[in-house]
């Protein structure tokens, strides 16, 4: 198991397109799974548990590799983990999730499912549409004593305990709790039941997930053995994405890039991807977009100024998969609009705060997050870098709002707000 070797040329187009666009990290077995990819349409599937109300830019990584592989024609099975969200996946975390309330799973849930409809087909009548599952479903009508007789068993202790999160957990000398340590069980049962109902046979995840899919793989391959008919499944990770500063996919300052409307509006999302560091560009075209690859290579090939191109380019394409075309257009003129100076700011995002304040306050607001502390704001704002209404502020105790009219915020190269005073 591990990466391919540097000469493997994949058989399948799929593959091919996985690798070169940079949805691919290790495998199970490379030769097996390429040689399955061409011949036929393959049945694979990617878990989200919904601990929030949307997914964001890091998972939305995932969700373009399904698409990417159901317009190969494989067929995508997207797991909505309303039963695992209940345990808390300990993967990546050196403590224990919240345990969130079964009406906050469903809800939550419910609007992921949306999402999922964004980007990939289902119910079009053709043989890969995608289908969109809860493993609620199964998982809340195990009965204890005969998950352990019949799945338990075909897992050591030894081995769960050298998977990475579990060893760094404790190596640290940081509590892992029984309820966290079942959850590796449960996302390989999730594996095989898919295998059972589904005829699914990969599994593809982050590369924090390594551990839990080969947990999957194993008892796949150990609960068919004892059949007439031994079956395979594979495993396939996704790298996980920090940008060149070092930050996590989908991650600022002012908090995640969530990809529902109601909690980042388009023109913010446009914002994150035409702000985004010279050095990612070509790798967010790649990963965000479904550019053809000789085109990213034209649109990166020089440095400096050229780049704002691709920049623009980047964030009309990653917003208009995502919003749509009309969206993205507004988003698009909005920013023009907006840093250009002057001009309608109405579809840029508005923000309502209670009474007047001092500038200082306002920039570091939790609905603004301008800046990380007063400190640091007061610098900002005495060198010139905060505008009211188009003019350079420099005094940090100024009173912004005391007549009640709305302003016009800009910070820096990326905050570009409408300011209501209630």
Same mark, same amino acid.
């Given at each position: 198991?591990?990466?391919?070797?540097?000469?493997?040329?994949?058989?399948?187009?799929?593959?091919?397109?996985?690798?070169?666009?940079?949805?691919?990290?290790?495998?199970?077995?490379?030769?097996?799974?390429?040689?399955?990819?061409?011949?036929? &349409?393959?049945?694979?599937?990617?878990?989200?548990?919904?601990?929030?109300?949307?997914?964001?830019?890091?998972?939305?990584?995932?969700? &373009?590799?399904?698409?990417?592989?159901?317009?190969? !024609? +494989? #067929?995508?099975?997207?797991?909505?983990?309303?039963? =695992?969200?209940?345990?808390?996946?300990?993967?990546?975390?050196?403590?224990?999730?919240?345990?969130?309330?079964?009406?906050?799973?469903?809800?939550?849930?419910?609007?992921?499912?949306?999402?999922?409809?964004?980007?990939? +087909?289902?119910?079009?009548?053709?043989?890969?549409?995608?289908?969109?599952?809860?493993? #609620?479903?199964?998982?809340?009508?195990? +009965?204890?004593?005969?998950?352990?007789?019949?799945?338990?068993?075909?897992? =050591?202790?030894?081995?769960?305990?050298?998977?990475? =999160?579990?060893?760094?957990?404790?190596?640290?000398?940081?509590?892992?709790?029984?309820?966290?340590?079942?959850?590796?069980?449960?996302?390989?049962?999730?594996?095989?039941?898919?295998?059972?109902?589904?005829?699914?046979?990969?599994?593809?995840?982050?590369?924090?997930?390594? !551990?839990?899919?080969?947990?999957?793989?194993?008892?796949? #391959?150990?609960?068919?053995?004892?059949?007439?008919?031994?079956?395979?499944?594979?495993?396939?990770?996704?790298?996980?994405?920090?940008?060149?500063?070092?930050?996590?996919?989908?991650?600022?300052?002012?908090?995640?890039?969530?990809?529902?409307?109601?909690?980042?509006?388009?023109?913010?999302?446009?914002?994150?991807?035409?702000?985004?560091?010279?050095?990612?560009?070509?790798?967010?075209?790649?990963?965000?977009?479904?550019?053809?690859?000789?085109?990213?290579?034209?649109?990166?090939?020089?440095?400096?100024?050229?780049?704002?191109?691709?920049?623009?380019?980047?964030?009309?394409?990653?917003?208009?998969?995502?919003?749509?075309?009309?969206?993205?257009?507004?988003?698009?003129?909005?920013?023009?609009?907006?840093? !250009?100076?002057?001009?309608?700011?109405?579809?840029?995002?508005?923000?309502?705060?209670?009474?007047?304040?001092?500038?200082?306050?306002?920039?570091?607001?939790?609905?603004?997050?301008?800046?990380?502390?007063?400190?640091?704001?007061?610098?900002?704002?005495?060198?010139?870098?905060?505008?009211?209404?188009?003019?350079?502020? =420099?005094?940090?105790?100024? &009173?912004?709002?005391?007549?009640?009219?709305?302003?016009?915020?800009?910070? !820096?190269?990326?905050?570009?707000?409408?300011?209501?005073?209630?």
């Amino acid at each position: 198991m591990g990466t391919p070797p540097p000469a493997y040329q994949p058989k399948s187009a799929a593959l091919k397109s996985l690798i070169e666009r940079g949805y691919f990290e290790q495998v199970s077995d490379i030769e097996a799974i390429d040689d399955a990819l061409a011949a036929g &349409m393959v049945t694979f599937y990617i878990g989200f548990d919904p601990t929030a109300s949307s997914l964001h830019a890091g998972s939305l990584v995932q969700l &373009m590799a399904m698409r990417l592989l159901q317009k190969h !024609g +494989h #067929r995508p099975i997207a797991i909505l983990g309303g039963g =695992t969200a209940m345990i808390g996946d300990p993967s990546g975390k050196t403590e224990m999730r919240k345990i969130l309330s079964a009406e906050e799973i469903t809800a939550n849930g419910e609007a992921i499912f949306r999402q999922f409809g964004t980007l990939l +087909h289902r119910d079009s009548g053709q043989a890969n549409d995608a289908l969109f599952l809860d493993n #609620r479903d199964w998982l809340r009508g195990l +009965h204890y004593i005969e998950f352990l007789r019949d799945i338990g068993r075909h897992f =050591t202790v030894n081995r769960m305990v050298a998977v990475k =999160t579990y060893r760094d957990r404790l190596d640290a000398e940081i509590p892992l709790s029984f309820l966290e340590f079942n959850y590796q069980l449960l996302q390989a049962y999730d594996f095989l039941q898919l295998y059972n109902t589904h005829g699914c046979t990969l599994q593809i995840g982050g590369s924090d997930q390594w !551990g839990n899919i080969v947990a999957g793989i194993e008892l796949i #391959r150990r609960v068919t053995s004892e059949t007439d008919q031994p079956g395979a499944a594979y495993g396939l990770t996704l790298p996980l994405l920090t940008t060149a500063d070092g930050k996590k996919m989908g991650k600022t300052e002012r908090g995640a890039i969530w990809i529902d409307a109601e909690r980042l509006s388009p023109f913010d999302y446009y914002q994150y991807w035409i702000s985004c560091d010279d050095r990612d560009v070509a790798k967010l075209l790649r990963l965000y977009t479904e550019l053809p690859l000789a085109e990213i290579d034209a649109l990166t090939e020089t440095g400096g100024i050229a780049l704002n191109a691709a920049k623009a380019r980047l964030a009309v394409e990653a917003t208009t998969l995502l919003h749509g075309a009309e969206a993205a257009a507004k988003a698009k003129q909005a920013s023009k609009q907006a840093f !250009g100076g002057g001009g309608d700011w109405s579809a840029v995002p508005c923000v309502k705060i209670e009474g007047a304040m001092r500038l200082v306050d306002l920039v570091t607001h939790p609905e603004i997050g301008a800046f990380k502390s007063k400190r640091d704001a007061r610098q900002r704002i005495e060198g010139g870098a905060v505008k009211i209404d188009g003019d350079p502020i =420099t005094d940090p105790k100024a &009173m912004i709002g005391e007549d009640g009219e709305p302003v016009r915020l800009q910070s !820096g190269k990326k905050i570009r707000l409408r300011i209501e005073f209630v």
